[in-house]
């Protein structure tokens, strides 16, 4: 048996209609381009409270095995430091040339998804 909480992985057992943890990576990996999809479900980092349940990450390797292509190989990695996605973020938006990939809402609102499109062409 799983401790992990199954609201994680089966959120329609509560009635709530959307994608498990499971369900949803995959949703996000397929709405990148597919030459990275390997590299992605190769590199699942899980961060926050939620990722201290225990089994989690063996629960999640074993929910997204039968869904990626055969001979790709989910590996899931835990940061024990809960803060370690916003100290990433405020890494990235230090960069150089972070402010050339941001775009105003004035901006997405008048152009969309095509706009992003040009900015982030290995995303879109």
Avoid: Y
């Amino acid at each position: 048996t799983w401790v992990v909480p199954e609201i994680l992985f089966s959120p329609q057992d509560v009635g709530l209609l959307q994608a498990g943890l499971p369900g949803s990576i995959m949703q996000a990996v397929k709405k990148c381009h597919w030459e990275m999809e390997k590299e992605l479900l190769g590199n699942v980092i899980l961060v926050g409270g939620n990722t201290l349940f225990p089994n989690l990450l063996t629960r999640l390797k074993k929910d997204l095995q039968p869904m990626v292509e055969e001979g790709t190989e989910p590996r899931v990695f835990h940061l024990t430091d809960v803060n370690s996605i916003f100290k990433g973020a405020r890494l990235l938006s230090q960069g150089t040339g972070f402010k050339g990939r941001c775009i105003r809402r004035d901006e997405f609102n008048e152009a969309g998804e095509s706009r992003l499109s040009i900015m982030l062409p290995f995303i879109l």
